[in-house]
């Protein structure tokens, strides 16, 4: 009966493979509804709320009954040393209860883990400046798109912990001098693992037209920039930092300007919706953290790059440099006329242009490809795309006061990077 029941679904046979293969990690239950067409499935993870358990649904692909439980708990506790870990959202709002008590400030740094030196630049801000801070770690489903990455984004608990934990430690001994910095470094850094089920109560799915519950959206501010090239995204991010703000109810929070659009939205975000914890004036956005000897900036998918797609990988960087440099020369004395700025995206484009055409005569394991996303040049405070510069905006003081930012994506082989250069207002912007 069953064996006919799949010969009759052929398309359930391809929900199932697709799902074993996206969320076996997660072991989910699969809630399927009588509609039109199958939809990807709801994820809900495991119930267990331990922190091996949690490193089993986070770090490793599949963690049996057999593994070791007991043992990779007490891993766990050991690599975290000074550190809590904070597994669930009860968990996490006892703590915060505490922290109310005392009128201390927290900082909290949102991640999705598979932490890199400009993750810890933000934990090494945020430490230096709250006597409490909270590091998230959580791969996020609702940002990414069915076909993304999900399924493959680095999870790597234990080796996050570590560099949290020597964080905590340089902290501690380059300060230890001072009794506060002292009293911050012992239990001052909590890190927040939630489950899936916490974060969505009500499920979630990847396709955003079978979702259910509560999202959030900003408005004529997510459609273009990333949110052109990947549509949603910026819903999934702005509903997940919601949640988390109203759990960790951060004094301060600190994001990468690597991700500069996202990190502006979210000021406008907790403007629009009156949120006190953090005020945004509270929501800090830190320099990009670049490679020393390429200008290549951070990133987790650093790590899907090849060592030969690492040499054309800093491309979109060069590219933006040189598209700040063709800013520079548009804008100088150009104050009351108008301006023509599409130059400076095209002064990016060609340096891709001349990559993709050297890159492709290469054969075998020379071969890299390359491909341009998108080049946008756009208002700070708006998103809007910069194409000519009128009169009265051209003056370098409303510049400042507007922002200019150019950005751009690029595929690297599989891999799609992205970065930005602010080119005006970096003033209020990075703070």
Same mark, same amino acid.
């Given at each position: 009966m069953l064996e006919h029941f799949f010969k009759s679904n052929p398309r359930l046979i391809s929900l199932t493979r697709t799902t074993l293969r996206h969320h076996g990690s997660q072991r989910p239950f699969l809630f399927c509804q009588r509609i039109r067409k199958i939809p990807t499935p709801i994820i809900y993870p495991r119930m267990s709320s331990t922190s091996a358990?949690?490193?089993?649904?986070?770090?490793?692909?599949?963690?049996?009954?057999?593994? %070791?439980?007991?043992?990779?708990?007490?891993?766990?506790?050991?690599?975290?040393?000074?550190?809590?870990?904070?597994?669930?959202? =009860?968990?996490?709002?006892?703590? &915060?209860? =505490?922290?109310?008590?005392?009128?201390?400030?927290?900082?909290?740094?949102?991640?999705?883990?598979?932490?890199?030196?400009?993750?810890?630049?933000?934990?090494?801000?945020?430490?230096?400046?709250?006597?409490?801070?909270?590091?998230?770690?959580?791969?996020?489903?609702?940002?990414?798109?069915?076909?993304?990455?999900?399924?493959?984004?680095?999870?790597?608990?234990?080796?996050?912990?570590?560099?949290?934990?020597?964080?905590?430690?340089?902290?501690?001994?380059?300060?230890?001098?001072?009794?506060?910095?002292?009293?911050?470094?012992?239990?001052?850094?909590?890190?927040?693992?939630?489950?899936? &089920?916490?974060?969505?109560?009500?499920?979630?799915?990847?396709?955003?037209?079978?979702?259910?519950?509560?999202?959030?959206?900003?408005?004529?501010?997510?459609?273009?920039?990333?949110?052109?090239?990947?549509?949603?995204? *910026? &819903? %999934?991010?702005?509903?997940?930092?919601?949640?988390?703000? =109203?759990?960790?109810?951060?004094?301060?929070?600190? *994001?990468?300007?690597?991700?500069?659009?996202?990190?502006?939205?979210?000021?406008?975000?907790?403007?629009?919706?009156?949120?006190?914890?953090?005020?945004?004036?509270?929501?800090?956005?830190?320099?990009?953290h670049r490679d020393a000897s390429t200008g290549l900036a951070l990133s987790s998918r650093n790590a899907y790059l090849t060592d030969r797609e690492r040499v054309w990988a800093p491309t979109l960087y060069k590219a933006l440099k040189a598209g700040q440099a063709e800013w520079e020369a548009s804008i100088t004395g150009a104050s009351g006329k108008d301006v023509d700025v599409k130059t400076v995206k095209k002064a990016a484009e060609e340096v891709i242009e001349r990559v993709i055409k050297e890159t492709s005569q290469g054969e075998g394991a020379e071969s890299v490809r390359i491909k341009s996303d998108y080049i946008s040049l756009n208002w700070a405070d708006s998103f809007e795309p910069l194409e000519t510069i009128e009169g009265q905006e051209a003056s370098r003081k409303r510049l400042e006061e507007r922002g200019v930012v150019i950005s751009g994506a690029m595929w690297v082989g599989k891999t799609r990077l992205i970065d930005n250069l602010v080119l005006a207002g970096s003033g209020w912007i990075i703070r």
């Open positions: 358990q949690i490193s089993s649904r986070i770090s490793s692909p599949v963690v049996k009954a057999d593994s %070791g439980i007991d043992d990779l708990q007490a891993r766990i506790k050991e690599i975290a040393g000074p550190i809590q870990i904070l597994d669930s959202l =009860n968990a996490l709002r006892e703590w &915060r209860h =505490n922290a109310r008590a005392q009128a201390t400030d927290v900082g909290f740094v949102p991640t999705m883990g598979a932490l890199h030196e400009g993750h810890l630049d933000l934990v090494r801000v945020s430490i230096a400046h709250n006597p409490l801070t909270v590091v998230s770690i959580f791969v996020n489903p609702a940002q990414f798109a069915p076909h993304e990455d999900l399924a493959t984004y680095p999870r790597t608990l234990e080796r996050d912990l570590e560099a949290l934990k020597r964080v905590v430690t340089e902290t501690s001994s380059n300060d230890e001098a001072s009794s506060t910095s002292a009293a911050r470094s012992k239990g001052a850094l909590v890190v927040f693992v939630p489950s899936v &089920r916490d974060m969505y109560p009500s499920g979630i799915t990847q396709e955003v037209e079978l979702q259910k519950g509560t999202f959030i959206q900003v408005k004529g501010y997510e459609h273009e920039m990333e949110g052109k090239s990947r549509p949603g995204f *910026f &819903r %999934g991010v702005a509903t997940v930092v919601t949640k988390l703000f =109203n759990a960790v109810e951060p004094t301060h929070a600190y *994001f990468g300007q690597k991700d500069i659009q996202q990190a502006l939205l979210l000021r406008r975000l907790v403007s629009d919706v009156l949120l006190s914890h953090p005020l945004p004036e509270n929501l800090h956005i830190v320099p990009t």
